[in-house]
């Protein structure tokens, strides 16, 4: 398909603004235009804006300042920029970061006077007087061109083209391992050719290295970052799990603070036992009703920042799986007045730079490290991750080494590939596509909400009661349904969609479904969807009383690091007595491993933490009525489940290794 680049000329004054149209468009036929660069205009500041949020196509703007000065006339007084002009460059930035500003000037004085006002957000100049349109096309053309480059997966493309013979790893050689196999040769067919090809070596030497980028893995990087409005941004191969864990190790010594939400995803957990830091857990909110888990209330928030301002760090997840994020601004602010890091978990919520309605995004919102799953919302290949960084205090060479020390020496270069072509999908047609996937959202709420039987949860029926006044806001491409008046289970109607209308969801809750809508969702995904529900509404039951998840206890205490009673050999102890009731004998032990039932993924207990009654009623129960979460971390024997604890002894040694 032919790519189409609009560039929206801005100007009151008609001759002008004909003349700029109708020289770069003849410039786009005569020239050569692979990216269908084409001009079109406006006349005002308004019809701008207007525009760049109708038109997804528009990837450059160009302004006219509106001087119009008389001629011989050289005074201070017109040598001002139009105001408005300005104001419009920078409306149109905070609607649509991604696209490129030009302006047109007359003179240098007028540019100076310009760049104070936009500050860096006008990518380029032309002025009037030199009015070489084909010249300026060449130009634009240039930019849309940077604009969509792909460095890595241009090199890749072009290194499997050359058709080597493969005298290095992977063993498959390219993939001729399996063809002609009477076994496997499937398998070739399955994944196909150019995919094999392009499962290389760290040998190429062309093809840079991940673990110390100087090539084209840094030039897409940078791309990335500019796109995403970082000052630096890391490729991850590993996901977003191994990339909190990067940071902590990175901002995170062991015996240091950090402030840190229990919703936050298992990983996060996972890097406090790696850093050997000492959290403090905040009970995130809860919706009982709808077994939801939200962010963390902003007085519990502020309070925590105030009474543990020798924290080094604070990492929130924003927005949640259900798709509720948090007013970051007051935060952070608060933090950073403190002297402390904010890390925000991002993994659902890569996507919301493209679009005005989805920011602002953490970035923007001043966190100083934002891990994203470019995977889970954007076009990247599953496990693709990456690290924004925008720590004016960046150690790069520090982090370079923990990155190292997680990231695998053979890294997939078709993982690689896949961030670069995603970041370009995403600055050259994101907000186009995003757009199109939140009208679907839209419709989708109305039509489910049609069938009488299903309904699509708002904010207000989400929101946890203490989160009211948080200004809590919810993406709007996560769709939340309650199913309560249609008389299914939840396992019931996930069976029903997959089974009968080959629909997968995201999760459920005991009384909800949740859809998740990206920029891969289609009109016929949509109509397939509305008409599975349909059908469903029309099988409708008596309403049923839905058995609750049970309600799980407030964070208990620390006894120790996390890291201290991860790594002791610890014991064994049944979570159940030979009556099937809570074992009593586990009461004030402490745990060793991370209890996380799933999903929702939410340590119930992380190691160190003090085991109370609370805890050990709460998985007995969850275990004997809820069959459709698994819980984590715990040890089975002989169809038997166990907790690892610490013996008296180790207790004994953690408690004097602490004093000392």
């Known amino acids: 398909m032919q790519p189409v680049s609009h560039v929206l000329v801005v100007s009151a004054d008609e001759s002008l603004r004909e003349r700029v149209i109708g020289g770069l468009n003849a410039a786009a036929a005569r020239l050569e235009n692979p990216h ?49 002009a300005v104001l419009t460059l920078q409306r149109i930035i905070e609607l649509r970061p991604e696209l490129s500003l030009y302006m047109m000037l007359e003179d240098d004085d007028t540019k100076l006077l310009v760049e104070a006002l936009a500050s860096d ?41 050359l058709a080597k013979d493969s005298w290095h790893t992977p063993g498959h050689g390219g993939g001729d391992s399996f063809k002609g196999s009477a076994w496997v040769s499937d398998f070739y067919d399955f994944v196909g050719e150019e995919m094999l090809r392009a499962d290389l070596s760290v040998s190429v030497p062309m093809l840079d290295s991940l673990l110390h980028p100087t090539g084209v893995i840094a030039q897409s990087q940078r791309l990335a970052a500019k796109a995403f409005g970082a000052r630096a941004t890391f490729f991850a191969t590993n996901g977003t799990s191994t990339s909190n864990k990067v940071i902590f190790q990175t901002l995170l010594t062991p015996g240091a603070k950090l402030l840190l939400d229990r919703n936050c995803h298992k990983s996060v957990h996972h890097g406090v036992i790696l850093s050997g830091a000492r959290p403090v857990y905040l009970d995130s909110s809860v919706n009982r009703q709808f077994g939801i888990f939200g962010p963390v209330p902003r007085a519990t928030l502020l309070r925590a920042i105030d009474e543990h301002a020798d924290a080094r760090v604070l990492i929130l997840t924003s927005c949640t799986y259900d798709g509720l994020r948090y007013d970051l601004k007051p935060i952070i602010a608060a933090a950073h007045a403190k002297g402390i890091k904010v890390v925000v978990d991002e993994a659902w919520y890569g996507h919301a730079r493209f679009h005005p309605e989805l920011r602002p995004t953490a970035l923007e919102c001043g966190a100083d490290y934002v891990t994203q799953s470019t995977h889970k919302v954007l076009s990247a290949f599953s496990q693709a991750s990456m690290i924004h960084v925008n720590d004016a205090g960046f150690d790069e060479h520090l982090f ?21 072509v995603a970041r370009k999908q995403a600055v050259m047609e994101g907000y186009k596509l995003l757009d199109r996937s939140l009208r679907f959202a839209r419709e989708l ?26 200004d809590i806001l919810l993406d709007p491409t996560k769709l939340t349904i309650d199913i309560s008046a249609s008389g299914f289970s939840a396992d019931e109607l996930r069976e029903a969609l997959i089974e009968r209308f080959n629909i997968q969801v995201e999760k459920n809750t005991h009384n909800t479904l949740t859809l998740l809508l990206t920029i891969g969702t289609t009109r016929s995904k949509v109509s397939r969807l509305f008409d599975a529900m349909l059908r469903l509404a029309k099988e409708r039951r008596p309403p049923r009383t839905y058995l609750r998840t049970p309600q799980a206890p407030g964070f208990s205490q620390l006894a120790c690091l996390p890291r201290d009673a991860f790594y002791e050999a610890g014991e064994r102890v049944s979570l159940l007595d030979d009556n099937g009731h809570p074992n009593p004998h586990l009461i004030g032990r402490v745990c ?25 009623a709460f998985l007995a129960r969850l275990l004997q009525t809820q069959k459709s979460i698994d819980v984590h971390g715990l040890a089975g024997l002989d169809g038997e489940w166990q907790l690892r604890v610490l013996t008296q002894s180790e207790m004994q040694l953690v408690v004097e290794r602490n004093a000392r």
């Open 36 to 84: 269908g660069v084409f001009a079109i205009g406006a006349q005002t500041g308004e019809a701008a804006l207007n525009a760049v949020l109708a038109d997804g196509d528009i990837q450059v703007v160009l302004v006219d300042h509106g001087d119009h000065r008389r001629a011989g006339d050289h005074s201070a007084m017109h040598k001002a920029p139009n105001r408005a």
């Open 121 to 161: 957000a006008v990518d380029g100049y032309f002025f009037r007087d030199e009015e070489d349109l084909g010249g300026w096309f060449r130009i634009l053309a240039a930019e849309v061109a940077q604009k969509s480059d792909t460095p890595f997966y241009d090199k890749l493309r072009e290194y499997v083209a």
């Open 400 to 420: 370079r080494e923990n990155f190292n020390m997680h990231a695998s020496t053979s890294p997939q270069y078709n993982l690689i590939a896949s961030l670069d």
């Open 445 to 470: 709420r109305e039509k489910i909400n049609s069938t009488g039987a299903f309904r699509v949860l708002e904010l207000e029926d989400m929101l946890p009661a203490e989160l009211r006044g948080d």
């Open 592 to 616: 060793c491993d991370q209890i996380v039932p799933y999903p929702p993924g939410i340590p119930l207990l992380v190691p160190g933490q003090l085991i109370d009654s609370g805890a050990i």
